[in-house]
């Protein structure tokens, strides 16, 4: 297993590729992933969970939107996780996330997840070392029960630089239209950067060889999009799908 | 680890006990459960969830209903697993049971859990043996998730002999306040007693040295009753239980 330093993973593009291009070929994939999506959903066999997570502005929101412009609402759903609340508090980690994993058929997409809790968590030492190994533990097992029940599990972490996150988040103050979006907690957060990038490189060592992590680089939405769209249709074609056989 | 076999345990009480002086003695258990339960709620910080398995009238309402009869309904919630539904069937098969889970402070019963997944399931031949052995796994992973959060998990397996539950069925039929129970079904189930009695006792062995089953004698009700509530009071008594401090 080679540990992931994401210190040496670029954040953008290839140099020789271009926008348009990629651009064209991320709608046919997103094209056909709808259609192997429709029959995953006849077939009622198999579900899909997507896992994002990302720093702050790393665009976890509009990838979603792109990546699966082209299914329908019954055939995905989506869950932001999050602060938790009280209630959610007052179980283990993983009981809110356990609520929302795929029925058969469906895609569910978590923007965020369980990782928020070996992650923020951490950086901000609300639990201890000892803490973090066993729910290192737990979500493993976790997700093995999601796989043994023919839950595809897929993990995306977007990775952007520094400074295109500081870009970002100063549109949000700039654009009307991303101003709902700024939280000055977000630029206080943005201190720990170091933390969170040892913190993640963690989780992909200690969550990572059974079921592991796609590192998309994220500085530029059309290569991002191209990434993941590219990955899941990849994990959709490995399922045996088939319309169900006419019966009698 | 020594094995259980369910055939060398008696179902009935020592021959040297006497009915009434035991039921005072539950009487006086159950108040001192409830009493341990009111601090477990104020402190919010440990919970109980007892697991109840038995045959069929094996007497599992009747004991929740009087090993729990002195706590407010605002301290427990009793949850029975049936037949799962459509919904429940098209997701991982702890998914139905993880959201019942008990909330810091609560008393939470599973008349039936997630170990009819792993009994009726196994004896009718509805999975392979490959899939038990899986489940086995995840029921031990999921219960030391919920242990990991302080939730204390104690479980109850009924004891009756075949004989008895005999009598019991025939007296649904018979008692008009007891027809209500009645399932002809029950009875074809009965003719599988051997396949669950070994089913059971591989149950025993695979999910349980961590977290041990308490096998009820379960033929008299005040003998059930008196020991699955020693259990709990044991339980609860291993807790360190206090009334929050004054605040400020």
Redesign the interface.
Same mark, same amino acid.
């Not at 994401?6 to 651009?23: F, N, Q, R, V």
């Not at 990546?67 to 209630?87: H, L, N």
């Given at each position: 297993m080679t540990e992931i330093k994401l210190a040496e993973i670029s954040t953008l593009p290839p140099g020789d590729l271009d926008k348009e291009p990629i651009e064209d070929a991320t709608k046919k994939i997103t094209k056909e992933i709808e259609d192997l999506q429709e029959i995953m959903q006849a077939q =009622?066999k198999y579900s899909l969970l997507v896992v994002m997570q990302g720093m702050d502005a790393s665009g976890k929101d509009s990838a979603v939107k792109k990546v699966f412009d082209e299914i329908g609402p019954a055939g995905i759903k989506v869950q932001a996780f999050k602060k938790p609340t009280e209630?959610e508090m007052?179980?283990?980690?993983?009981?809110r996330v356990?609520?929302h994993?795929p029925?058969?058929?469906m895609i569910q997409v978590f923007n965020r997840s369980h990782y928020e809790d070996v992650l923020i968590q951490r950086v901000h030492k609300w639990i201890d070392e000892k803490?973090v190994m066993?729910r290192f533990s737990?979500i493993n097992?976790?997700e =093995?029960?999601?796989q043994?029940?023919n839950?595809v599990v897929i993990k995306f972490y977007l990775h952007i630089s520094k400074d295109q996150q500081l870009i970002e988040l100063n549109e949000r103050i700039s654009d009307p239209k991303k101003f709902y979006k700024h939280n000055e907690n977000d630029f206080n957060e943005r201190q720990h950067w170091d933390e969170y990038m040892s913190a993640y490189e963690d989780v992909f060592k200690n969550c990572g060889p059974e079921i592991p992590w796609h590192i998309i680089p994220s500085d530029r939405n059309w290569y991002k999009e191209y990434c993941m769209a590219s990955a899941i249709l990849e994990a959709l074609r490995a399922l045996p799908l088939e319309y169900p056989p006419k019966q009698g």
């Amino acid at each position: 297993m080679t540990e992931i330093k994401l210190a040496e993973i670029s954040t953008l593009p290839p140099g020789d590729l271009d926008k348009e291009p990629i651009e064209d070929a991320t709608k046919k994939i997103t094209k056909e992933i709808e259609d192997l999506q429709e029959i995953m959903q006849a077939q =009622r066999k198999y579900s899909l969970l997507v896992v994002m997570q990302g720093m702050d502005a790393s665009g976890k929101d509009s990838a979603v939107k792109k990546v699966f412009d082209e299914i329908g609402p019954a055939g995905i759903k989506v869950q932001a996780f999050k602060k938790p609340t009280e209630e959610e508090m007052s179980h283990d980690f993983l009981w809110r996330v356990h609520k929302h994993v795929p029925e058969k058929g469906m895609i569910q997409v978590f923007n965020r997840s369980h990782y928020e809790d070996v992650l923020i968590q951490r950086v901000h030492k609300w639990i201890d070392e000892k803490t973090v190994m066993k729910r290192f533990s737990h979500i493993n097992n976790f997700e =093995r029960l999601l796989q043994d029940s023919n839950t595809v599990v897929i993990k995306f972490y977007l990775h952007i630089s520094k400074d295109q996150q500081l870009i970002e988040l100063n549109e949000r103050i700039s654009d009307p239209k991303k101003f709902y979006k700024h939280n000055e907690n977000d630029f206080n957060e943005r201190q720990h950067w170091d933390e969170y990038m040892s913190a993640y490189e963690d989780v992909f060592k200690n969550c990572g060889p059974e079921i592991p992590w796609h590192i998309i680089p994220s500085d530029r939405n059309w290569y991002k999009e191209y990434c993941m769209a590219s990955a899941i249709l990849e994990a959709l074609r490995a399922l045996p799908l088939e319309y169900p056989p006419k019966q009698g």
